[in-house]
């Protein structure tokens, strides 16, 4: 089956910076649109930013110019480098992706576990 697997959160100062990444493992033919969105203590999970395979990135308002989505096709990983964070970003972050593989006819959405980014005042 297709995993996805981020790596990078963790324990961070407001102004600090940090880089998460998201690894897709299984029998992967392509990936559509890929994303990260993140959940806060009780609140909805939202989109961060995304981007689809064409490279066109988006992002919420409020990490616009702080942080940036990329995506390394040939290693079928994303990352999400987060600078200048505020305690308003803790959140868990998620990876999210639309993914063509041998195990289904059609493209299927598959989640991340999450990683904890908690950042301190």
């Known amino acids: 089956q297709v995993q996805l697997v981020e790596s990078g959160g963790g324990l961070v100062q407001a102004g600090g910076s940090l880089r998460l990444s998201c690894a897709a493992s299984?029998?992967?033919?392509?990936?559509?649109?890929m994303g990260w969105y993140r959940q806060a203590p009780g609140k909805q999970r939202e989109l961060v930013a995304g981007?689809?395979?064409?490279?066109?990135?988006y992002y919420a308002d409020s990490v616009k110019g702080r942080f940036t989505i990329s995506r390394d096709n040939a290693k079928n990983t994303l990352y999400l480098q987060m600078n200048s964070l505020k305690p308003g970003d803790t959140a868990v972050y998620y990876c999210?992706?639309?993914?063509?593989?041998?195990?289904?006819?059609?493209?299927?959405?598959?989640w991340g576990q999450g990683t904890q980014v908690p950042v301190s005042s």
């Open positions: 999210n992706a639309d993914v063509r593989s041998t195990y289904y006819y059609s493209s299927k959405n598959y």
């Open positions: 299984g029998r992967i033919l392509n990936i559509n649109d």
């Open positions: 981007t689809t395979s064409s490279g066109t990135t």
